[in-house]
């Protein structure tokens, strides 16, 4: 198994138009985590945002991924937006047990909150993390303004993730918001994905970055760079960064990692290859 010094991976797994690309013409889709986990050693799983899965489900992406492989799961809505992290605990302790056969691929729950919590609500966030197992890594991604504008709160917000030896996630959605909208999965990205300004708050060992591109790849070399150069300086200090890319579509991610890690190689002296494509494993008939 081929290893590099940071995490790589896409939102989801689950993009049939992968198929013959990026995964092989005939894979099926109980095929797609197996193939995705032999190029990226990490994905988001925004599926656990909307539904825990089922026991079977959890066992079948046991069997899919290396040992090395990492979910960065999201907790389900229920608990991050409907109830804000209040009065959850039963809604908690199911959901982690359901995870618990993936191990240690689970190093990097991801707690995403809705632009709905405040700064006032930073107790319970405090609180519901506390209440979390210490065998795993936590981040935390906020998007209430003032946790980027009020200087005071930002420094609070920053402190607390610090004492709590949990990670910010780093959003930025600028590629995309400076694209055209002539498409209709771009003009879904930029009512979904909030502008709000890009800081650079390491508060933890793996700071997690979630880059939403311009749906043209040559664009994103520009935006690109600055976090090549970053990734560079986070490895250089033994940090373990996750890199996680989005496209309107998502399409086009699998290039889009192969452009990032390639920029990455220049910067970072000995970087092994990523591996080849599943598609490009098959020879052709």
């Known amino acids: 198994m081929y290893s590099i010094p940071y995490y790589l991976g896409a939102p989801l797994w689950a993009v049939n138009e992968w198929k013959g690309d990026f995964y092989t013409k005939?894979?099926?889709?109980?095929?797609?985590?197996?193939?995705?986990?032999?190029?990226?050693?990490?994905?988001?799983?925004?599926?656990t945002f909307y539904a825990t899965p089922s026991e079977a489900m959890v066992a079948r992406w046991l069997e899919s991924t290396p040992e090395t492989f990492r979910f960065s799961f999201k907790f389900p809505r229920v608990i991050t937006h409907e109830y804000k992290l209040q009065g959850v605990s039963a809604e908690t302790k199911?959901?982690?047990?359901?995870?618990?056969p993936l191990g240690q691929r689970l190093n990097g729950f991801l707690i995403q909150l809705p632009?709905?919590?405040?700064?006032?609500?930073?107790?319970?966030?405090?609180?519901?993390?506390?209440?979390?197992?210490?065998?795993?890594?936590?981040?935390?991604?906020?998007?209430?303004?003032?946790?980027?504008?009020?200087?005071?709160?930002?420094?609070?917000?920053?402190?607390?993730?610090?004492?709590?030896?949990?990670?910010?996630?780093i959003f930025d959605?600028?590629?995309?918001?400076?694209?055209?909208?002539?498409?209709?999965?771009?003009?879904?990205?930029?009512?979904?994905?909030p502008r709000l300004p890009v800081q650079l708050d390491t508060t933890a060992q793996a700071p997690m970055l979630r880059y939403i591109g311009h749906p043209v790849l040559e664009e994103n070399q520009k935006f690109l760079e600055p976090w090549v150069?970053?990734?560079?300086?986070?490895?250089?200090a033994g940090m373990k960064p996750y890199i996680y890319l989005h496209t309107p579509s998502n399409v086009q991610v699998p290039v889009l990692a192969r452009q990032f890690h390639s920029m990455l190689q220049k910067r970072v002296e000995g970087l092994v290859d990523l591996p080849a494509f599943p598609t490009e494993l098959v020879l052709p008939v």
């Open 26 to 47: 005939k894979a099926k889709p109980a095929e797609y985590l197996k193939q995705y986990a032999q190029f990226f050693n990490a994905v988001e799983g925004n599926t």
């Open 94 to 100: 199911a959901f982690l047990e359901r995870m618990q």
């Open 115 to 169: 632009a709905s919590f405040t700064p006032a609500m930073l107790q319970a966030l405090a609180e519901f993390i506390q209440s979390l197992p210490s065998i795993y890594k936590y981040a935390v991604e906020v998007r209430h303004p003032a946790f980027f504008t009020d200087v005071s709160i930002r420094q609070h917000y920053n402190e607390l993730l610090q004492s709590l030896n949990v990670d910010r996630v």
């Open 173 to 193: 959605s600028r590629p995309v918001h400076s694209a055209p909208a002539i498409d209709e999965a771009t003009q879904e990205a930029q009512r979904k994905k």
């Open 229 to 236: 150069a970053q990734t560079a300086r986070w490895l250089e």
